[in-house]
């Protein structure tokens, strides 16, 4: 069981990346998948989570800049990020469930990608 998050890097403010999450050893389609990021020195952020439907939300700070969406028949999420701004800076980790369950402290995480914004 476990999640695999790619596609992090450095970029410019502005710029976009896309980051995967493959998704294995279980369900995938009974489960909602989040992305959550930790800040240099800050605690762990809940972004965005996608029903099985297909359906995303978001935190406000990314509403209008961030696209979640999910492969069921794949087992992955892919997570869009347009207008990266610096306070965007963070480790983007991918967890099985939604915000309900990330809240709770107790579930699934990957090993995060790295995700830098900077001029």
């Known amino acids: 069981v476990q999640l695999v998050e790619s596609g992090g890097g450095l970029v410019q403010p502005g710029e976009s990346l896309r980051l995967s999450c493959a998704a294995s050893?279980?369900?995938?389609?009974?489960?909602?998948i989040s992305w959550v990021r930790q800040a240099p020195g800050k605690g762990l952020e809940w972004v965005s989570d996608?029903?099985?439907?297909?359906?995303?939300t978001y935190i406000d700070s990314v509403k209008d800049r961030f696209t979640l969406s999910r492969d069921n028949a794949n087992n992955r999420v892919v997570l869009q990020m347009n207008n990266l701004q610096p306070e965007d800076t963070a480790r983007y980790y991918c967890?099985?469930?939604?915000?309900?369950?990330?809240?709770?402290?107790?579930?699934?995480r990957g090993q995060g990608t790295q995700v830098t914004v900077s001029s």
């Open positions: 050893g279980f369900s995938f389609i009974n489960w909602y």
């Open positions: 967890v099985r469930g939604g915000r309900n369950t990330f809240l709770t402290g107790t579930y699934l």
């Open positions: 996608i029903d099985n439907t297909g359906t995303g």
